[in-house]
Structure formats: structure tokens, C-alpha cells
């Protein structure tokens, strides 16, 4: 039977609430599925199929991450797609691709940029995860994002800067997962910055808890998909293993906050069929190995 890695962290030694419907749908598909900490010294990789799962402490250590990354043979996604997605300066790639984006400019440290006129706006570091670090802040509250963001600088964190979009309070933010390309299934999260919030970014805790349901993607939102989808084939040659698209609603239309390609959760239980198909593209791209 073959085997397959699933590359996850200290704290989810069993990965995410996927965790155990993934191994049993692989173990239908005739794959064993064992779960390893990426970070482990001990561990081997090279011998097996490895999928990025939940690595969600590699905010911690970036460049150690992305050099076990560039170390493991059969990775997916490849360590290519993880040395650019790590860091979300990424959205001006695909903004000059032609992706619609939430607004973003990039101060590394030493700069100083203007903050947006008369809106609110977020200062989040370019590499992190589940809000960490990320702060909402009131038009003309220049002052306490000016802490914030030479608190970040001073650790050596570039930071984006972009307008808060006030329609997400509402609407919420959708997530369109994609698997080998495909257009799996959707969900929908509530907002996760209240006005006024600043999240720690020492904070021990993996991720923010998330408002997670069900959603039927707009059309709207599908084209933007699409977009997205195009772009990573024309930057890396073919589909990858799995897409996860995050969009906020705009006065414009839905714009990509974030575009999830190292470990995303995927929310295998919110889509009929999702665990099946994810395990399927895996079984594939095991036997192309």
C-alpha cells in the first residue's frame, strides 16, 4: 500500500478537524496516511509523497521553514510555490497579473508610508497567519499605527497597509477551494477584525477562532477564482495540488484578500465530497511520483 506524509506541526500532531476524514478517505483510495511534524529533526521525507498540511507555527521561522521545504523531494504544493506565498507581498504579483486585490502597499523596514485618507485601515505583517499580528485602526488614528507598525518593523517585519472593507461586517469573507485545479466547494467566514483590535503577533495561539459556513459562490466571485487560477498556472506551468482563495466583498466587486497555496484549511467538511476528491488528487500525484 502507498504511503503518504502529512507534514504538520507540534501542536496538531493529527492535523486540523480534516485530519481524520482525510486519512480515511485516503484509505480508501488504498494510500496509508501518517501525520509528521515538520520541524522534527529526526524525521525522513524523501522516500514518500509529502503534503503540506497544518505547518501552522512556521510563522515562527520562516527561513528554516522554507529551507525544509526546498529540502523534501515529492512536496506539494512545491517549495517554489511556498518561497512565494510565504510572504504576502505576493498579491502585487497577481495585481499585475491582473487579479483584483484589496488595496495593498508595502513598507519594509525603514519606510514610512502614508496611511489611507479618511477610511480605516489594517497594518498586518506581510508574513503571518491567522491575524496575528494584524491591526484594525479608525480614520486619522495615525498615531497608534504608527506604534504598530514600527513595532513590527523593530522585529524585522515588512507590513502591509491596506483599507479596512467595511462590507465584509456583513457579508462576511468567502473562500473558494480549489483541488488540482478544480473548483471543489466554498465557505463562508465572518469577520475576524473587530474596530479597535490589534492582535498580538507574539500570541502562542495558532489562529484566530473563525465563523465557518457554507457558501454558494457568486459569479462574481467564481470570475475572480478564475483569474487567480489562471495566474498560478501562467507563473508555474500546471495546476496545483490545492487553491484556497480568500475575497472581501467591494463597493468594486470582490477583491483576493489572501491567496492560501502553503497550508490553508480546506473545510473538507463543508463541501459533499471534498474529503474524496482531495484524497483522489493526492493518489494521483502519488502515482506521478
Keep these: 500500500m502507498t504511503s503518504v506524509v502529512l507534514a504538520t506541526c507540534a501542536d496538531l500532531p493529527a492535523g486540523d ?22 520541524d522534527d529533526p529526526s524525521a525522513e521525507w524523501n522516500d514518500t509523497l509529502v503534503v503540506v498540511r497544518t505547518t501552522w507555527d512556521y510563522t515562527n521561522s520562516v527561513d528554516r521553514f522554507r529551507a525544509w521545504a526546498s529540502g523534501v523531494r515529492h512536496l506539494v504544493n512545491p517549495a517554489e510555490v511556498i518561497e512565494w506565498n510565504t510572504d504576502k507581498t505576493y498579491l502585487l504579483d497577481l495585481a499585475a497579473a491582473g487579479v483584483p486585490i484589496v488595496p495593498t502597499t508595502v513598507a ?5 508610508p502614508r496611511f489611507p485618507d479618511g477610511v ?23 498615531d497608534a499605527a504608527r506604534a504598530h507598525l514600527a513595532e513590527l518593523h523593530a522585529l524585522g517585519r515588512t507590513v502591509l497597509i491596506q483599507p479596512y472593507l467595511g462590507d465584509v461586517d456583513e457579508h462576511g469573507e468567502t473562500a473558494l477551494i480549489y483541488i488540482s485545479g478544480v473548483f471543489s466547494h466554498a465557505i463562508a467566514k465572518g469577520a475576524m477584525l473587530p474596530a479597535g483590535a490589534v492582535h498580538p503577533h507574539t500570541s502562542e495561539a495558532l489562529f484566530v477562532r473563525e465563523n465557518i459556513t457554507e457558501r454558494t459562490p457568486s459569479a462574481a466571485e467564481m470570475a475572480v477564482g478564475t483569474q487567480v487560477l489562471a495566474a ?7 495546476d496545483l495540488l490545492y487553491v484556497r482563495v480568500d475575497l472581501l466583498p467591494s463597493s468594486d466587486g470582490p477583491v483576493l484578500v489572501e491567496l492560501e497555496v502553503t497550508e490553508p484549511s480546506l473545510f473538507l467538511g463543508y463541501g459533499e465530497g471534498a474529503a474524496d476528491r482531495f484524497a483522489a488528487a493526492i493518489a494521483a500525484e502519488a502515482a506521478r511520483r
Design 17 to 38: 478537524e480534516d485530519g481524520d476524514v482525510l486519512v480515511e478517505a485516503l484509505q480508501r483510495r488504498g494510500l496509508t496516511a501518517r501525520w509528521q511534524q515538520w
Design 108 to 112: 519594509r523596514p525603514g519606510e514610512t
Design 120 to 142: 480605516e485601515f489594517v497594518v498586518k505583517p506581510s508574513v503571518g497567519a491567522g491575524s496575528r499580528g494584524a491591526g484594525r485602526f479608525a480614520p486619522g488614528d495615525e
Design 232 to 238: 498560478l498556472r501562467e507563473r508555474y506551468g500546471h
